[in-house]
């Protein structure tokens, strides 16, 4: 079945740094959305890409979708404290409302 | 808006008991409901999805008989755990979308639940 993998599973940043989660499907994917779960509370949805190549940005967060729609990435700029959660990926395939979800990078911060 | 809410937050139950889990929508009706289960530490793993009036669409590996899922209406859904075991104790997190949110079918996820078995 799909398979979505997600590295890093850990990303330690000092504030102020940058930092790139990545995201790789096992098959093609009709697109990807991307949630935030502070710890202790529930995944939140942030965005979704769909067209090959796309990228979308949202102030410090910048999303792209590669070109043949199996890979993702999640960029952050001058991290924050405010930052701090698990980044999940998750990918949908054609005709599914099924999302298959990464293992996530959990983010911390060092002020 | 898009708000979705789970009862109970936290339940311990004995072993050999069942335990009811509701998921609601409170603002939106959802065309569907998703139930995941979350290990510590870890993704969230979809155990079941699932319509209104319709038979709930188990993933591969996930017991039916164990986890009774049941879509009574648009605005909720529950999921039982009979004859719980401590292996069943996890984070089970619900979700919903709905056809206003075509073509995204972004989900909402409801709080969850702590489920615990002694």
């Known amino acids: 079945g799909q398979q979505v993998m997600q590295i890093p599973q850990y990303q330690h940043v000092q504030e102020g740094e940058d930092f790139t989660t990545y995201c790789n499907s096992s098959?093609?994917?009709?697109?990807i959305q991307w949630y935030k779960q502070r710890p202790g509370g529930h995944p939140v949805f942030l965005i979704q890409?769909?067209?090959?190549?796309e990228v979308k940005k949202q102030k410090r967060l910048t999303f792209q979708f590669g070109e043949a729609k199996k890979n993702s990435s999640l960029h952050i700029t001058a991290t924050q404290t405010t930052d701090v959660g698990t980044y999940f990926c998750a990918g949908r395939v054609f005709n599914d409302y099924k999302l298959s979800f990464g293992a996530g990078t959990t983010v911390t911060v060092r002020a | 808006g898009a708000v979705v809410s789970q009862h109970p937050s936290r339940v311990i139950c004995k072993s050999g008991t069942s335990v009811k889990i509701e998921c609601r929508s409170l603002?939106?009706?959802?065309?569907?409901m998703f139930w995941y289960r979350q290990f510590p530490k870890q993704s969230l793993m979809l155990m079941a999805t699932?319509?209104?009036?319709?038979?709930?669409?188990?993933e591969q590996g996930v017991e039916k008989d164990k986890f009774l899922i049941n879509h009574a209406s648009l605005t909720l859904s529950t999921l039982t755990v009979t004859s719980a075991h401590p292996e069943d104790s996890s984070f089970y997190i619900c979700?919903?979308?709905?056809?206003?949110?075509?073509?995204?079918?972004?989900?909402?996820f409801g709080p969850g639940t702590r489920l615990t078995v002694t």
């Open positions: 699932s319509n209104e009036g319709s038979k709930a669409t188990y």
């Open positions: 603002d939106f009706q959802a065309t569907t």
């Open positions: 098959t093609t994917l009709s697109n």
């Open positions: 890409l769909v067209k090959s190549g």
């Open positions: 979700s919903a979308t709905f056809s206003d949110r075509a073509p995204t079918y972004e989900q909402y």
